[in-house]
């Protein structure tokens, strides 16, 4: 059935006219001639059904063109049917389909021309426009098959690279699959001999799996109720662990609160440790040099007087010693008298022996002084070393007092550093537990289609 309603044609919505004929020569209905006088209304609407096409309509031109007998009388028809002169068709077709031939009178006896050849040419010129109309349809359609066509060629050329990557993406996914299928033969095998300890067991069901996340998967799909029942358990526990967390926070910072005035108080305390321990340390070195001093001073005092006792002692041993001396002179020089005198009296022999035991008796004391002298000496020696002695026991127990106070100051320290590796204990092990809650949340992992689907199976 042809679009046509009240002798007007509407092409088809996919097959809009264009301006070209399929033998590549301009359209005819497209000429200023073949579109329809104003005088004349054009009809716009169809039946119910019928829809309303974009471009213009087709319609049968009026016939108002005089013919030209003298270019008709100048064409060869036998000629142009025998060499199949399509260009002369081409160049008389709008003169022959679009003249008025009913005003046309015999040019011999002036009669007019019989009505029944009028309508049988009307009926040609009428064919003609509706052929030339077809024409530019098909080739219209022609052009947009050859489009799709093109595009048809395209997307399969994308197809087939489309294709051709599939195949390969089968090829490794079946590979894949072999290498899977056999894996889960032999933990399937390793399952049923009870080899495998690290597998993860459906509490719901007799299958087993690889880890945790495959049953999350196994659970959603499989049991979804207690699936639902554990996630609203897990839900509340995050929500626990969220509380937790949150106070282990403000425990933190609390902990790192204190941490910080501890190690100011510390610094505070060991500063005024120091300080301390340095003004005990000038207080006590001022009175250790105080100290000496005194004794130094107190023992060249007695040094001193020991001096001029020894030297006023030393100085009578002397002078006695130069009266000895000189008194034992005389008697040498007596004896020597005597020896030169042979005669003498009894009388200068007993003042002679007198003599000898005087110088005898003076040789015995001063013997005695010296070893007087030289006990004293001793006994001075012995003071000063005994003194010395005592001056080193004090300075060694003013140094030991000194240690032992160093010693203090460095327990102290010591203590302190110890609380402060206890504090750090504790916040390390807070911080573990912490670390250990914040693991213990439960994760649900999503496996990919195609785990599922061999699980399924």
């Known amino acids: 059935m042809q679009p046509f309603y009240d002798n007007v044609y509407y092409p088809y919505p996919s097959d809009p006219p264009g301006t070209h004929s399929s033998a590549g020569i301009p359209s005819l209905l497209s000429s200023p001639q073949s579109q329809p006088s104003s005088g004349r209304p054009a009809a716009s609407t169809m039946s119910s059904g019928a829809s309303t096409s974009t471009h213009p309509p087709f319609k049968f031109r009026s016939r108002r063109e005089n013919v030209d007998w003298r270019r008709i009388s100048a064409v060869n028809v036998d000629q142009v049917a025998c060499e199949m002169d399509f260009h002369a068709l081409q160049e008389h077709i709008t003169a022959v389909t679009f003249c008025n031939v009913e005003g046309e009178r015999c040019h011999r006896c002036q009669s007019p021309v019989d009505p029944a050849l009028i309508k049988l040419f009307r009926l040609a010129q009428l064919t003609v426009e ?3 109309h077809s024409q530019d349809c098909l080739s219209i359609s022609l052009n947009a098959a050859e489009e799709r066509l093109l595009a048809e060629a395209r997307e399969k050329e994308q197809i087939c690279i489309q294709l051709q990557k599939k195949t390969q993406d089968a090829k490794e996914l079946k590979e894949e699959l072999k290498q899977r299928k056999k894996i889960i033969t032999s933990q399937q095998a390793m399952f049923s001999a009870g080899i495998g300890a690290n597998y993860h067991k459906c509490q719901h069901c007799e299958k087993v ?11 959603q799909r499989r049991h979804p109720g207690e699936f639902d029942i554990k996630l609203n358990i897990e839900n509340q526990k995050k929500v626990q662990i969220m509380k937790l967390q949150e106070e282990i926070n403000k425990l933190q910072e609390n902990l790192s609160l204190v941490t910080t005035q501890m190690e100011t108080q510390q610094k505070d305390y060991s500063a005024k440790q120091e300080k301390e321990h340095i003004q ?5 070195k001022r009175q ?3 100290w000496k001093e005194d004794e130094k001073r107190m023992m060249n005092n007695k040094i001193d007087e020991v001096k001029q006792a020894c030297q006023r002692d030393m100085d009578s041993m002397h002078q006695k010693n130069r009266n000895l001396e000189t008194e034992l002179l005389k008697l040498q020089q007596r004896n020597l008298q005597e020896t030169v005198q042979p005669v003498q009296t009894q009388p200068a022999a007993v003042t002679s022996n007198e003599h000898w035991q005087e110088v005898v008796k003076l040789q015995q004391k001063l013997h005695k002084q010296e070893v007087k002298w030289s006990g004293k000496m001793q006994k001075i020696k012995e003071d000063h070393d005994t003194e010395k002695r005592l001056l080193q026991e004090e300075l060694s127990k003013l140094r030991s007092a000194v240690s032992e106070g160093r010693e203090e100051s460095r327990r102290q320290v010591q203590e302190l550093s110890h609380r402060l ?13 912490m670390k250990q809650i914040s693991a213990k949340p439960p994760t649900i992992t999503v496996q990919r289609e195609g785990l599922w689907n061999l699980d399924c199976h």
């Open 288 to 290: 250790l040099e105080m």
């Open 209 to 219: 799996f690889m880890n945790a996340s495959f049953l999350q998967s196994h659970m």
């Open 421 to 433: 590796q206890e504090q750090q204990q504790i916040i390390t092990s807070q911080n573990k537990q």
């Open 130 to 132: 509706y052929l030339l």
């Open 280 to 284: 005990k340390q000038e207080e006590f």
